[in-house]
């Protein structure tokens, strides 16, 4: 066989094609898999994908892209470490010390002593941990100062 | 191999499907899948793996199109991921696979080298055309998958050298080396099927 007939024997397998309608097919099964594989991205990089697409449209140059991802980047790692777990940790402890304070103290202001009253109604004292109470020594009725005023008065429980 | 209008067409195309516009991915396909699908056919001399080839291609192609930025054309482009593609898929398939060829368009009756080549005076006037097609494309499966992205690329599609080396990458030289190889190789497994019948 000579190199020309062999030339002109593969040429003719141009004749070879697709059954009919294949193409059509093909269209299809390809759009559908876009689809399929559309739905399966990750999250990120889809959130990456819009992220571009937004700076692609405002026309930014390459330089403030990079300034603008960048500081996207620094955003991200400092709310990573806002986020960490010592952290979480440290704030739930510092909370509730809080709490645990401010219930202390509002009993600390609501047991003061009339006759023991300090120039400031919040500064402290007595020591933590007094109780409510029910009447004044000597038969007094207690007296409850709001801005070094006499607020009442009355007998506690007279309602 | 492209002309300008064309060029222009698809660089629009492409505009749009990077904008995310899909319908014009979907003309990018309707396009190009008879050529690409050519090229994958031929080299895999099977309509399936062919198929599910095509699909991958575009899948790919439409995943990358985003960091297309033209320094070639969108065919040159296609071809190249066509035959990375292709040559991956044949590795890993070796040597299991079977034959599953496409009809043959009848229009090639009236072919004017079909004619010669089945002339009284031709070595393959007492071959019927099936029988030709399986010859032809078990040779072709018995090239390495480099001499066989070459003469399916020259020799079938009819693309020009400078093109070919383009998409596969090489020198025109390399190109031209390895179609001299495979057309030496071709003509040796034509030429035993014609010294000897076959049996099955």
Redesign the interface.
Same mark, same amino acid.
């Given at each position: 066989?000579t190199?020309e /007939? +062999?030339?002109? +024997? +593969?040429? *003719?397998?141009?004749?070879?094609?697709?059954?009919p309608g294949?193409?059509d097919g *093909? *269209?299809k099964?390809? /759009?559908s898999? /876009?689809r399929a594989?559309l739905l399966r991205r990750p999250l990120w990089k889809i959130a990456i994908e819009r992220v571009q697409?937004f700076f692609g449209e405002h026309s930014m140059s390459s330089l403030s892209y990079a300034g603008a991802m960048a500081g996207f980047l620094v955003i991200g790692l400092v709310g990573i470490g806002l986020m960490s777990p010592g952290d979480l940790e440290r704030k739930n402890n510092a909370s509730m010390t809080l709490a645990s304070a401010v219930p202390a103290a509002a009993g600390k202001i609501l047991s003061l002593q009339p006759n023991r009253l300090p120039a400031s109604p919040f500064a402290p004292t007595q020591p933590l941990g007094n109780t409510w109470p029910v009447s004044a020594p000597g038969g007094h009725a207690p007296r409850y100062v709001i801005d070094a005023r006499p607020a009442s008065y009355e007998l506690s429980r007279s309602y | 191999m492209q002309d300008a209008t064309s060029r222009q067409q698809d660089d629009e195309l492409i505009a749009r499907t990077q904008a995310g516009d899909p319908a014009a991915f979907d003309e990018l396909i309707v396009k190009y899948s008879p050529r690409l699908y050519g090229l994958v056919y031929h080299m895999t001399s099977n309509h399936e793996d062919a198929n599910d080839l095509m699909q991958d291609i575009w899948s790919k192609a439409f995943r990358s199109i985003t960091g297309f930025r033209g320094k070639s054309s969108f065919y040159t482009w296609m071809h190249s991921i066509g035959v990375n593609m292709t040559i991956n898929f044949l590795k890993k398939r070796g040597r299991r696979f079977h034959l599953s060829l496409d009809d043959v368009d009848s229009n090639i009756q009236n072919d004017k080298e079909f004619i010669e080549l089945t002339a009284a005076s031709s070595p393959v006037r007492e071959t019927d055309l099936n029988e030709l097609q399986v010859r032809l494309n078990e040779s072709m499966q018995k090239l390495s998958h480099d001499h066989r992205a070459v003469v399916t690329m020259f020799d079938i599609q009819g693309m020009p050298h400078a093109e070919i080396a383009k998409i596969l990458g090489t020198s025109e030289g390399t190109v031209r080396s390895r179609l001299f190889y495979a057309h030496r190789q071709l003509q040796n497994f034509l030429t035993e099927f014609h010294d000897t019948p076959r049996h099955d």
């Open positions: 066989m190199d /007939q +062999l030339t002109a +024997l +593969l040429r *003719l397998k141009r004749y070879e094609e697709p059954p294949y193409f *093909l *269209l099964n390809v /759009q898999r /876009q594989e697409t | -």
